[in-house]
């Protein structure tokens, strides 16, 4: 995933609650919705304690769809219901970025 700026950031920290109930099989289930969602650009995963997800759109509206989707509807219901005890989201406009790779 290597978007050129500007675009947006989903910062989506969380922690979960004891116990799978189903999440796994619906997160998986949300990456591939939203990577066929119009203005998808990729997303990173890291759990520890934290769950931490951050996925990158070319808009808000972009953002904003993915928001309305169906299913996705019904996993924040079922998120809030079940499998977080705690959730932040975070809207961020990436205007420039840079990196280092060893490789």
């Known amino acids: ?5 500007p675009y947006y950031a989903v910062i989506f920290t969380n922690k979960r ?3 799978d109930h189903g999440y796994s099989a619906m997160a998986e289930r949300m990456m591939e919705l939203a990577s066929r969602q119009p ?11 934290i769950g931490i997800t951050v996925s990158y759109w070319e808009s808000l509206e972009a953002i904003a769809s993915w928001k309305a989707h169906p299913e996705h509807v019904l996993a924040r219901e079922l998120g809030r219901k079940t499998w977080y005890s705690y959730y932040r989201l975070r809207i961020c406009k990436v205007e420039r ?5 060893r490789m």
């Open 1 to 5: 995933m290597n978007p050129r700026p």
């Open 17 to 19: 609650t004891a116990g």
């Open 39 to 49: 203005g998808f650009l990729g997303a990173d995963h890291a759990r520890e304690e």
């Open 97 to 101: 970025e840079y990196d280092f790779d």
